[in-house]
């Protein structure tokens, strides 16, 4: 009977310890002390963009939604965030510009920062949602395992019509509903973004270097009622992380870092098996200058 007891109670604290990560936001991320996150050799995420040192791009965004079709996702609370999983394919391609060859990735989920962890011209902004994928073929794969994709939110005031699908869904763990990720952009515009592309590490341990990251700007509208949303889970939460938000603390950038430039991005409508869907990226390499 004790050795039965004993084995339900190791059973029971290891599904705790799985549950809750081993590591917190207390300080940033400055006491991880583990994995790739003390590993100067490479980039570390996130970094504050700086276009005044010669690194991004101002380029048009087009955006045209012929087909408002939704994706099935599951919310999961993890606690230091929460993610969208998604659950259906949902698949975009990398198209070339001139000679550079095009790439394919899968979008796999979604997740959200309070204040953001990626900054403009040193600008902390007060919410960043972050899109991560997996490529499946193309130039890039070479490069990079995953991508992830960083917008970031200006509180403005205006509704986001992409929070809006959802928040007032995530009342329970492992809910499913639908979105539809066009809903981030205004309608048949035509404007012009600056973007700014990198190779780093994941911003959350272990830190792994791996991802091909683009950040957009300017940022999207939140309103201050969907912005409440969020900080009440992280930023004004005095329980979790003493109130100071699920942020890594922004990173030095290093000499070799590995910066793109992006010319051109056009999002259509999502994917089934049988559609093509295509976010479009003109990307080409540019050395950084010394």
């Known amino acids: 009977m004790t050795y039965r007891l ?15 990560p ?3 936001y207390n300080k940033g991320g400055k006491d ?4 790739g996150c003390t590993d100067t050799s490479v980039q570390q995420a996130p970094i504050s963009v700086d276009y005044r040192k010669g690194r991004g791009f101002t380029a048009p965004f087009y955006f045209f939604p012929r087909f408002h079709k939704s994706t099935e996702v599951e919310y999961v609370d993890l606690e230091w965030t929460f993610r969208l999983k998604m ?7 990398v198209i070339p510009f001139t000679i550079y060859h095009g790439s394919t990735f899968k979008l796999q989920y979604i997740e959200f920062h ?3 962890e990626h900054r403009l011209m040193g600008k902390e902004y007060p919410l960043e949602m972050q899109m991560y994928g997996n490529y499946t073929e193309g130039v890039d794969k070479h490069i990079c395992k995953e991508i ?3 917008f970031l939110f200006e509180n403005n005031g205006k509704t986001n019509p ?4 959802f928040l007032h869904k995530l009342t329970r763990n492992n809910t499913k509903f639908n979105v539809t990720l066009e809903t981030l952009f205004q309608i048949d515009s035509v404007t012009k973004y600056h973007f700014y592309g990198y190779k780093g590490s994941r911003t959350v341990p272990y830190c792994d270097y791996i991802l091909c990251w683009y950040i957009i700007d300017p940022p999207m509208d939140i309103s201050d009622a969907q912005l409440k949303e969020f900080n009440k889970r992280w930023k004004d939460n005095k329980r979790f992380a003493e109130g100071r938000g699920n942020n890594r603390e922004v990173q030095e950038m290093i000499e070799t870092a590995t910066v793109y430039t992006l010319s051109l991005i056009h999002i259509s409508e999502p994917t ?15 050395k950084k200058k010394k």
């Not at 084995?7 to 310890?17: E, P, Q």
């Not at 992409?162 to 699908?165: G, H, I, N, R, T």
């Not at 089934?272 to 540019?286: D, G, H, N, T």
């Open 6 to 20: 004993l084995g339900i109670l190791s059973l029971f604290f290891a599904l705790v310890s799985a549950a809750v």
């Open 87 to 93: 659950l259906e394919e949902y698949i975009y391609t």
């Open 272 to 286: 089934r098996q049988a559609e093509i869907s295509y976010a479009v990226f003109c990307l080409k390499k540019k």
């Open 32 to 35: 991880w002390n583990f994995g």
């Open 148 to 150: 992830a994709i960083s």
């Open 162 to 165: 992409f929070l809006s699908q």
């Open 22 to 24: 081993f590591w917190n």
């Open 114 to 116: 309070a204040p953001s």
